[in-house]
């Protein structure tokens, strides 16, 4: 027998070093799932766009499947990719569980936390998903209420953090973390922005879009009624879609059925809202705040 011959690798089996997904890259397409994007996945592992690319490149050639379609304005999950999304979360979710247990923070206590009822479904649970990866023995309660309540429940002792978005300046002392324009929208081909008075989706009383909106149409004289009012902008989203009103949102929630109302129709600028942040300077509200990074712009 040739001796050479007898320790050859059967025909189709992988080789070991390709049986072990690596951990960082595992990471990385997390990263991109949950954030839709190459470039701010980058942000959030701290590489280069490029690495970010190669990684993915890499797991693909590893598994031998497409995992990712890109197009002009996100990246799509293909069904290997959703497949493989369930694996690496869990693979990452270990690994830190691992980590956590030998070199996990000590800081420990209670934190109480308000925010609006949109932040409370976008940005809020990603920061509490991050906290207690970093700081498991800090034990969160959570309000949502109006960005009124909240700086009133920040301003009364009642949380140790606030966030919230708002058009005009606060009510109490609060950070600044970013910022972007508030615009009037509707359907695409939408026919409620003729009507008159003008009808107009809202949100909840002390919302700062809809004291924004108000304001401006009253200050240019322009007639409207409240046609549709939510607890959230989804809830607007909804009325918008059905074509039953027109509204002021941020321009991130404009969709190919969504888009602005054209300027012809003369409603009044609104300006930028912003998301501020304000904390009673505890050791655990300063720790929820270290966590908010740049790429959670495209969270909220």
Request: charged share 20%; proline share 5%; hydrophobic share 40%.
């Amino acid at each position: 027998m040739n001796q050479k011959n007898s320790t050859k690798q059967p025909t189709g089996n992988m080789h070991p070093a390709n049986r072990t997904l690596n951990l960082d890259a595992a990471r990385t397409f997390v990263a991109i799932c949950e954030t839709g994007s190459f470039r701010r996945a980058a942000a959030r592992v701290n590489r280069s766009p490029s690495a970010v690319s190669l990684q993915v490149g890499k797991l693909e050639e590893q598994l031998g499947a497409r995992l990712l379609h890109r197009d002009a304005r996100r990246v799509h999950l293909t069904h290997q990719g959703e497949v493989l999304l369930g694996f690496a979360r869990r693979l990452v979710g270990l690994n830190d569980e691992a980590m956590t247990a030998f070199h996990g923070s000590t800081l420990s206590g209670g934190l109480r936390l308000a925010a609006p009822h949109d932040l409370g479904v976008s940005l809020v649970p990603k920061l509490l998903q991050r906290l207690a990866e970093t700081y498991p023995r800090i034990r969160v309660d959570v309000r949502l209420d109006s960005s009124e309540t909240v700086q009133r429940l920040f301003a009364q002792g009642d949380v140790n953090l606030a966030l919230f978005n708002e058009a005009n300046t606060p009510q109490i002392a609060a950070r600044d973390l970013f910022s972007e324009e508030l615009l009037w929208m509707m359907r695409n081909g939408g026919r409620a922005v003729e009507q008159d008075p003008l009808p107009l989706a809202v949100a909840e009383l002390g919302c700062a879009w809809r004291n924004t909106a108000l304001h401006a149409l009253e200050s240019a004289g322009r007639s409207y009624r409240i046609a549709y009012s939510s607890d959230t902008s989804m809830g607007q989203v909804a009325a918008l879609r059905a074509d039953l009103a027109v509204a002021a949102l941020p321009g991130s929630l404009a969709e190919r059925d969504l888009v602005e109302v054209p300027e012809g129709w003369g409603l009044p600028p609104l300006g930028r809202t912003h998301i501020y942040l304000a904390d009673d300077g505890s050791d655990t509200a300063k720790a929820f705040a270290t966590l908010i990074t740049p790429e959670l712009r495209s969270i909220a």
